[in-house]
């Protein structure tokens, strides 16, 4: 019994070893994944907010895609072009295609600013 456990637990091991050193093939991800690892790269959470968290230098970004007069093209000015106080980024087409999915993703799962929650005496969030 004990080397029937002993053998279940080595190839356990040997074949978690083996899963975890495949690399991660970046053309197999979606491209909302591949853009919120762009924007986790160029660490834009420093100066922008997604649902109120985050920095304070650059504007909130949660709903930035459905404004009315931005989107896609808007986006990819304001990073390719950087402003006074946002450094231009040199990002591939494809990249900037991912990077403008992540945030019309995170557009489409709606808006959440923590100022606005209602907390309740036991800690929890009140819905709306």
Not at 93 to 109: G, Q
């Amino acid at each position: 019994m004990k080397i029937v456990l002993a053998s279940l637990v080595f190839l356990f091991l040997m074949y978690s070893a083996f899963i975890y050193q495949q690399p991660v093939k970046e053309e197999t991800m979606p491209e909302v994944v591949r853009g919120k690892m762009i924007w986790q790269e160029k660490n834009c959470t420093a100066c922008h907010q997604l649902y109120g968290l985050g920095g304070f230098l650059g504007p909130d970004l949660t709903n930035v895609y459905s404004q009315e007069g931005k989107g896609a093209p808007y986006i990819k000015a304001f990073v390719q072009g950087g402003t006074a106080t946002m450094p231009a980024f040199n990002l591939s087409e494809d990249e900037l295609n991912c990077l403008v999915a992540f945030l019309k993703h995170t557009d489409e799962s709606g808006s959440a600013d923590p100022r606005k929650f209602k907390i309740r005496h036991d800690g929890t969030i009140a819905g709306n």
